[in-house]
């Protein structure tokens, strides 16, 4: 049977607008805190040991479905792929091998037996050529986690002991089509509640639409800048807007830069209104058991 498995993409662009450049797809044991290294102001790095070898450096991505390791690494590790499937992006789609990795482990967590897509990886190897691939929800939604980018590590909790500690608005998980997605509650009776996929790899706020102007958001007069969305399958254009202001669980933005993936192909088969990177907070917690997200817990 053919399987459909859809990926979000890299956004690359120099923007005139502010200046700004955007680069833009179990086993529980003991608790666990994990240094990571933070790549262009956005890419989680992190060390893992698969199949008891190791460390290696992967990419933390919570927007991806599953995990994806490199071609080199796959043939390094000597991986015979089981099948294939299909890789669904916004630039298009592409059948890959697929295989199945026996054991991967940060620190004391662990899963056995874990799909991993083969893929060249050429735009996540661009950022650093040590990546080896990245590390999707399919190890990371076995786990309760506390993203803190000012101490660059990130926790995994035993028994929602952080729950009990952490305070700020609870934001409801929705698990659909292997994605995870988080609601965003409208701060007016005019504006819609929003679905988003909470996404460590990219650098800035994404949203579907067939036109912008149906948004309805409070956009800055600042004309919208044309860039590229990158997958590593391929890229297609869309425009950098900026919001003047804009409201995320207790978290309010100024000024908030916004990639606007315009046309009937971008929400093509998507439930997701967009995707929202990690990185715009410093820290998050994702409790999984109770299905749950808080944004700058205190």
């Given at each position: 049977?053919?399987?459909?498995?859809?990926s979000?993409f890299?956004?690359?662009a120099?923007?005139l607008?502010?200046?700004?450049?955007?680069?833009?797809?179990?086993?529980?044991?003991?608790?666990?805190?994990?240094?990571?290294?933070?790549?262009r102001?956005?890419v989680?790095?992190?060390?893992?040991?698969?199949?008891?070898?190791?460390?290696?450096?992967?990419?933390?991505?919570t927007?991806?479905?599953?995990t994806?390791v490199?071609?080199?690494?796959?043939r390094?590790?000597?991986?015979?792929?089981a099948?294939?499937?299909?890789?669904?992006?916004?630039?298009?789609?592409?059948f890959?091998?697929?295989?199945?990795?026996?054991?991967?482990?940060?620190g004391?967590?662990?899963?056995?037996?874990?799909?991993?897509?083969?893929?060249?990886?050429?735009?996540?190897?661009?950022?650093?050529?040590?990546?080896?691939?990245?590390?999707?929800?399919?190890?990371?939604?076995?786990?309760?986690?506390?993203?803190?980018?000012?101490?660059?590590?990130?926790?995994?909790?035993?028994n929602?002991?952080?729950?009990?500690?952490?305070?700020?608005e609870?934001?409801?998980?929705?698990?659909?089509?292997e994605?995870m997605?988080?609601?965003?509650?409208?701060?007016?009776?005019?504006r819609?509640?929003?679905?988003?996929?909470?996404?460590?790899?990219?650098?800035s706020?994404v949203l579907?639409?067939?036109?912008?102007?149906?948004?309805k958001?409070?956009?800055?007069?600042?004309?919208?800048?044309?860039?590229?969305?990158?997958?590593?399958i391929?890229?297609?254009g869309a425009?950098?807007r900026?919001?003047?202001?804009?409201?995320?669980?207790e978290?309010?933005f100024?000024?908030?830069?916004?990639?606007?993936?315009?046309?009937?192909l971008?929400?093509?088969?998507?439930?997701?209104?967009?995707?929202?990177?990690?990185?715009?907070f410093?820290?998050v917690?994702?409790n999984?058991?109770?299905?749950f997200?808080?944004?700058?817990?205190?």
């Open positions: 049977m053919k399987e459909r498995m859809r979000k890299l956004v690359y120099a923007v607008c502010g200046g700004l450049f955007l680069f833009m797809s179990g086993q529980v044991s003991a608790a666990t805190i994990v240094k990571f290294k933070l790549l102001g956005h989680i790095v992190i060390p893992i040991t698969v199949n008891g070898s190791g460390p290696y450096d992967f990419i933390l991505d927007g991806a479905s599953t994806t490199s071609s080199e690494f796959a390094v590790s000597r991986l015979r792929p099948d294939r499937v299909e890789l669904v992006t916004v630039a298009g789609s592409r890959l091998p697929r295989a199945y990795l026996s054991s991967v482990s940060i004391a967590k662990s899963v056995e037996n874990l799909e991993a897509i083969i893929n060249d990886l050429t735009e996540a190897r661009a950022i650093s050529s040590g990546i080896h691939g990245a590390l999707g929800q399919n190890f990371l939604s076995q786990f309760n986690i506390l993203i803190d980018y000012r101490e660059r590590q990130i926790e995994f909790e035993d929602d002991e952080l729950a009990t500690e952490l305070r700020g609870r934001l409801p998980i929705e698990w659909r089509d994605r997605l988080i609601l965003s509650r409208p701060v007016t009776p005019a819609k509640s929003r679905r988003f996929v909470l996404d460590s790899g990219i650098g706020l579907f639409t067939e036109d912008w102007r149906n948004l958001l409070d956009w800055e007069n600042c004309p919208p800048e044309y860039v590229e969305a990158r997958t590593e391929g890229g297609r425009w950098l900026r919001l003047r202001s804009y409201s995320l669980g978290v309010n100024s000024s908030l830069p916004v990639v606007v993936m315009e046309s009937d971008a929400q093509s088969g998507r439930i997701e209104d967009g995707l929202l990177p990690t990185s715009l410093q820290r917690y994702i999984q058991r109770k299905h997200v808080i944004l700058n817990p205190k």
